[in-house]
């Protein structure tokens, strides 16, 4: 008999140690060497990405969103959840002590009844020789830690947004004084060409051009306003703030554009907090389907109790009514239609599932990066560009103007001319605002900000290997 409890307590230990779910790193995406467009060396950038930039204004509006954003709150509670969920989890593996009492009454046929009145203690602690248990704790271990990378991701998008919405907001409010410039200068083309008109140098056709061209851009000016209107809006929600009470007065746009150092493509599946938070749910999938196997093994539960019990409620606490008991319950289904066989098959599904989408945004994560590195080189020698093309379209305009007032020219080319430089004006304009929008987007697809490389602590590779210590 002896032997033959060894040899199933062997055969469970055996169960409990079986592998989970493994994933072949061969399926997970490989980082490449390098990125197709190269980045300038640059000094590295601290944990608070966005001071760089050099902003007051767009510090105080970080703050107050990581402050008082609900996306933030919301991934917050998540991870409070989850934290609570763990505290479950290890709970359960714990022996289990509470204290019972009772009253009862039953009687045989014929018997006289009699009331059987009880007080003590109850233990109960489950072997967990399958490692169930311990699989549902390392997946909640695993959940945990997703909630804890998918809470710095909600704070970098946060971030993120905020300063793309703000920059967006700032160069709209330089564009708002290009148009309006614009406006100015053809409400004084008008004033002139009123005066011709009345002495007779000019056609009314003329006249009718400018007062079209000067109402065209008035349209245009006002256009712009109610786009700032709604990025306003827009801040306010990130700021979780209510529209109406939230005000963002225009200034000049002096912000900085720092440069981002990339560094290897190889340290993004460590720094993204989106990654690392998929490849834990990948690995909390394996631990699953841990559980799912451990459905096959037996159930032992060990239960004891010590108390006293007694017929009489007076007699209930003295010495000889005093009881105890202990014993062990084996519980191992036989038939269950399938229920198990299906157990493990979903969380292999889910395992394959969780998988797929890792590989997704590891891929989508190298693109976003490549994405914007490109953006920027090619944003580099756009503006280099654009600004010749506005400052020829300056001279032309100034020539125009003097050449118009002196009667060398007519009034087509002054207005053709003036058309070409606020459109080179407004494209250079564009150009810009889009160099510090890619900027935030790289710093967004590269995981944010980075600690200075001479005092940073070594971070240990993990995503080559996705596979669950289960002991």
Not at 313 to 333: E, N, T
Not at 438 to 466: F, Y
């Amino acid at each position: 008999m002896t032997i033959k409890l060894t040899a199933l307590f062997a055969a469970l230990w055996l169960a409990g140690c079986a592998s989970v779910g493994v994933v072949d790193p061969a399926q997970l995406p490989q980082p490449p060497a390098a990125y197709k467009t190269t980045a300038a060396e640059a000094p590295a950038i601290q944990a608070a990405w966005w001071q760089p930039f050099a902003d007051p204004a767009l510090d105080d509006l970080v703050a107050r969103a990581l402050a008082a954003n609900t996306s933030v709150q919301a991934a917050a509670n998540r991870l409070a959840q989850a934290r609570a969920a763990l505290g479950g989890a290890e709970a359960t593996r714990l022996p289990q002590v509470g204290v019972a009492a009772g009253a009862g009454r039953a009687a045989d046929p014929g018997a006289q009844g009699a009331t059987q009145y009880s007080a003590g203690l109850n233990l109960a602690y489950e072997l967990d020789l399958g490692g169930r248990l311990l699989h549902e704790r390392n997946a909640s271990a695993l959940d945990l830690r997703a909630r804890e990378q998918l809470l710095a991701d909600a704070r970098l998008l946060v971030q993120a947004n905020v300063a793309r919405g703000y920059l967006a907001l700032r160069a709209l409010d330089a564009e708002r004084d290009i148009v309006r410039g614009t406006v100015a200068a053809y409400a004084e083309t008008l004033s002139l060409t009123e005066k011709r008109a009345r002495a007779g140098d000019v056609a009314d056709l003329d006249l009718a051009r400018v007062r079209a061209e000067l109402a065209a851009n008035e349209a245009e000016a006002l256009a712009l306003d109610r786009r700032r209107v709604e990025l306003e809006t827009a801040l306010a929600v990130l700021l979780g703030e209510p529209a109406s009470n939230f005000r963002l007065a225009p200034t000049a746009w002096t912000t900085a554009l720092p440069a981002v150092p990339v560094g290897l493509p190889s340290e993004l599946l460590q720094r993204r907090p989106d990654l690392a938070a998929a490849r834990s749910q990948l690995q909390a999938a394996q631990a699953r389907v841990g559980v799912a196997q451990a459905a096959w093994f037996p159930n032992i539960a060990l239960t004891g109790g010590a108390g006293y019990a007694s017929t009489d409620l007076g007699d209930l606490f003295k010495w000889s009514a005093r009881s105890w008991g202990i014993g062990a319950l084996l519980s191992l289904p036989l038939l269950d239609g399938g229920r198990r066989e299906a157990g493990v098959q979903g969380a292999n599904a889910q395992l394959d599932g969780a998988l797929a989408s890792y590989r997704d945004q590891v891929l989508t994560a190298f693109k976003d990066v490549e994405d914007q590195l490109s953006a920027l080189r090619i944003l580099g020698s756009q503006s280099e560009v654009q600004a010749k093309a506005v400052a020829s379209a300056s001279r032309a305009t100034q020539l125009s103007d003097a050449r118009y007032r002196n009667g060398y020219v007519s009034q087509l080319d002054l207005l053709d001319a003036r058309r070409s430089e606020l459109r080179n004006r407004r494209q250079a304009l564009q150009v810009r605002s889009a160099q510090y929008q890619s900027t935030v987007g790289l710093i967004r697809a590269l995981g944010g900000g980075w600690a200075d490389p001479a005092t940073a602590d070594a971070t240990p590779a993990t995503g080559a290997n996705a596979q669950v210590a289960a002991r």
